[in-house]
């Protein structure tokens, strides 16, 4: 019953034509007796009745661009999922691995006690080798650092410091920021330029909670923590939209989880066209500010900002949901020359590029997106590199030293105090 939407596959391909991991390494691998490519894996299950047989679906990174691509819109990462989550089954649980990645929100609130601790620990040779041995983290990754101050207490420092604008458009509906866990542990410097971005502009802004959306656990095919978290997060979110707010999320993968795997997840379309209607990517949100002429960013610019050249690389499941591009047409419209990448994801996809038995596919994968921004017009090594996903800076990174924000962080340092 979970895999019937398999039969609706025509066998076009087009699916393996966008699908940059089976690109990389052919349908020998990623394939079975039935079918290759990322529908193979349900077709090979369904047809045989071997889930074991299906275990090529592992190589789904669920970056979602078949989705679009599919002319019958057939969700080929949730059947993978599906399949990744049968294999547990039949294996007696969930590998040490995937119970690491899925709940990462946990691992990462208690790390973040003692960050500079935790930072020390996590980057001893003897502690890469042991979490490449027992958990399958390939010791070649940068083991994601803990902030000092996560951005629960930064936010909070910030409003003792700087009260908001007495100046607030009250035209304009209150916002809230979701504390996704990667942001507020890993990645505040993110969350707080959301947050001094829309200071500047005059428009209330507030955090929510920290909580576990259930990106990181249904990537590992953990669907029922994922569902639990999922009905959790979308109840407390609906109440915050019943208050005529809206609801800004800084990390693509989490909003794309929103607008679209919720669906499925929470299994409520009220609720779920709720959420889709009312979550945004902060340019999203500003790019449509202007566009309604509520907001004219003009004012707000530095008149010497910088006029680098810009490279813009979209997250492969932003791209899914519709707002790929709005960056960089938003920094188009300030009058910055913008180079844009047209490759389907950069490879590293979450925690899938920081698997040992995955780590090679991921860089191999992430090259076609190096190899652009270097041949891409005017390349220096000055030149600006914007990148909406934190997995796909952390790939960026490691071949390049170039300067890499995220779009709403590059934008705060371009407007005025």
């Not at 547990?88 to 601790?117: C, R």
């Not at 990645?187 to 209330?204: E, H, L, Q, R």
């Not at 656990?217 to 809206?246: C, F, H, M, P, T």
């Not at 038995?357 to 891409?376: A, H, T």
Request: glycine share 8%; aromatic share 10%.
């Amino acid at each position: 019953e979970d895999l019937k939407e398999t039969l609706y596959c025509i066998r076009c391909s087009a699916c393996m034509n966008v699908c940059a991991n089976f690109q990389a390494v052919g349908g020998h691998a990623f394939g079975g007796e039935c079918y290759t490519g990322g529908i193979g894996g349900a077709w090979t299950v369904a047809t045989t009745g071997s889930i074991k047989d299906g275990r090529f679906a592992e190589l789904c990174s669920g970056c979602t661009r078949c989705v679009p691509n599919c002319p019958v819109k057939i969700d080929i990462p949730r059947l993978n999922t599906i399949i990744k989550n049968r294999l547990m089954k039949i294996e007696g649980g969930p590998s040490v691995q995937k119970l690491f990645f899925g709940n990462f929100s946990t691992l990462a609130k208690y790390a973040s006690l003692t960050p500079k601790t935790s930072n020390w620990i996590s980057n001893l040779n003897v502690t890469r080798s042991v979490m490449e041995r027992i958990i399958g983290f390939d010791r070649h990754r940068k083991i994601p650092q803990f902030a000092n101050k996560t951005l629960v207490k930064q936010y909070k420092e910030h409003r003792q410091k700087y009260s908001q604008n007495k100046k607030l458009n009250n035209t304009l509906p209150e916002l809230i920021l979701f504390a996704d866990s990667f942001t507020n542990y890993n990645s505040p410097n993110i969350g707080m330029a959301i947050i001094k971005t829309f200071d500047k502009f005059g428009v209330s802004i507030t955090l929510s909670k920290v909580l576990a959306e259930g990106r990181a656990s249904q990537s590992q095919g953990l669907i029922g923590l994922s569902k639990r978290r999922a009905i959790r997060v979308a109840e407390y979110l609906e109440n915050i939209i019943d208050d005529g707010k809206e609801i800004i999320v800084a990390e693509p993968s989490v909003l794309a989880l929103f607008r679209y795997d919720y669906k499925r997840l929470i299994n409520d379309d009220i609720l779920f066209n709720k959420l889709a209607k009312h979550t945004f990517d902060p340019i999203e949100y500003i790019n449509m500010l202007v566009v309604n002429k509520q907001l004219k960013i003009s004012d707000y610019l530095k008149k010497d900002r910088e006029r680098k050249k810009l490279f813009y690389h979209g997250h492969c499941q932003l791209k899914t949901i519709g707002a790929g591009y709005v960056a960089s047409e938003f920094f188009k419209k300030l009058g910055y020359s913008v180079n844009v990448s047209n490759v389907e994801c950069c490879g590293m996809a979450g925690s899938f590029g920081y698997k040992k038995e995955f780590y090679k596919l991921s860089k191999n994968v992430g090259n076609d997106l190096i190899n652009q921004i270097i041949l891409s017009d005017s390349f220096n090594n000055n030149t600006i590199i914007l990148a909406n996903g934190t997995s796909c800076r952390e790939q960026i990174s490691d071949e390049l030293n170039n300067p890499i924000y995220h779009p709403i962080e590059y934008l705060e340092t371009l407007l005025k105090l």
